[in-house]
């Protein structure tokens, strides 16, 4: 299907890897002209032909900065914004409980995965609105469950799935859209890499890396069987910023094999 994106433009953040990565992959494809913000370029998203911007996004003028230069980089204002950039690193720590967490890492997990979307957005917006175009926030299904992942992180990702629901009540009488996707364990590095989340947890559980992955579906209540492939959220994202979503305004979409019970 001809998603209707071709000749667009769109700033996708935390784009080196992971769903970041498949995100402008999946646009590109549609002939969107994307920027690429990412702390680390990669050669991985250099091969996308993407316009990639080294940015660290935590910091208060890193978000404004950023959409400046994709501006300028396109010559025109943006059609899509994907706030996707999040996570942290664990460092050996993301598996402690409440009290673990003092309130200097609070304030960094905050910045990664919530106040980057909101200073990305704040800067994006006046063309937005020019443009009548579409913002779509990546959050977690974690924001629904709070308990299962660390507290920061969860709380963080909360937040951002509000912020996605009040804009959309906001933007969308002007016309923006802004919707929420809300991934479950995703086949990323933050799962299968050795130094990241689920490398962490398997250690704190005293369990190998690859046994926790292997059991982590059934453990988390996927009935697919499987993690989510990155690709599949990006087509879900794609979906979302064309015209073929038009009447798609406030919704957090759930993509995570079933994990999620409740109504």
Not at 43 to 69: F, M, N, Q
Not at 85 to 103: E, I, K, S, Y
Not at 136 to 148: E, F, K, L, Q, Y
């Amino acid at each position: 299907m001809d998603m209707g994106l071709q000749g667009r433009t769109a700033l996708v953040t935390g784009a080196s890897r992971g769903i970041g990565l498949a995100i402008v992959e999946a646009l590109a494809a549609e002939g969107v002209r994307v920027v690429a913000a990412a702390r680390n370029v990669t050669a991985e998203l250099k091969e996308t032909g993407a316009i990639a911007v080294p940015v660290d996004l935590s910091t208060p003028d890193g978000p404004a900065h950023l959409v400046e230069r994709a501006v300028a980089e396109l010559g025109e204002d943006l059609d899509l914004l994907v706030n996707n950039v999040g996570g942290g690193d664990p460092g050996g720590n993301a598996v402690r409980g409440f009290l673990g967490f003092a309130d200097g890492e609070w304030l960094s997990w905050f910045e990664l995965n919530f106040f980057a979307a909101v200073r990305t957005t704040r800067a994006a917006l006046p063309g937005l609105l020019r443009r009548r175009g579409v913002i779509v926030n990546i959050s977690s299904n974690t924001a629904r469950m709070p308990h299962a992942g660390p507290v920061p992180y969860t709380t963080a990702k909360a937040a951002l799935t509000a912020f996605g629901k009040a804009l959309a009540e906001e933007l969308g009488p002007q016309g923006v859209r802004v919707n929420t996707v809300s991934p479950g364990p995703v086949r990323t590095a933050v799962w299968e890499g050795p130094g990241g989340y689920g490398a962490e947890l398997a250690a704190a559980l005293g369990v190998p890396h690859e046994q926790l992955l292997a059991g982590l579906p059934a453990q988390t209540g996927m009935t697919t069987g499987r993690l989510v492939e990155p690709a599949e959220v990006a087509a879900l994202v794609t979906y979302l910023a064309s015209p073929q979503a038009a009447s798609v305004n406030g919704a957090d979409l759930v993509i995570d094999g079933g994990a999620i019970k409740t109504v």
